[in-house]
């Protein structure tokens, strides 16, 4: 898609420095990309979060018939 816009030079210069684009358009590109990758990552992790705090509510009123350590000690042992 073909597009003009107006960009802050300064502020140019500066990505470019930490930037391997040899280009403003790649440039842009890279920084859409990145965009996109946080984006998705942070919604990946507000999914795992809600789905570990779904388990963690229904689960909280279970109890476990032996002590957590002494199923990691239980555990260790076996491997």
Known sequence: MRTNIDLDEDL???AMRHSKAHSK???VEEALRTYVDVKTSEQRRSSDRD???SVRS???SLRLKQRTTDILRSDRNRG
Do not use: D, M
């Open 51 to 53: 789905r570990l705090a």
């Open 12 to 14: 140019v210069r500066e």
């Open 58 to 60: 229904r689960t909280s």
């Open 25 to 27: 358009r790649a440039l």
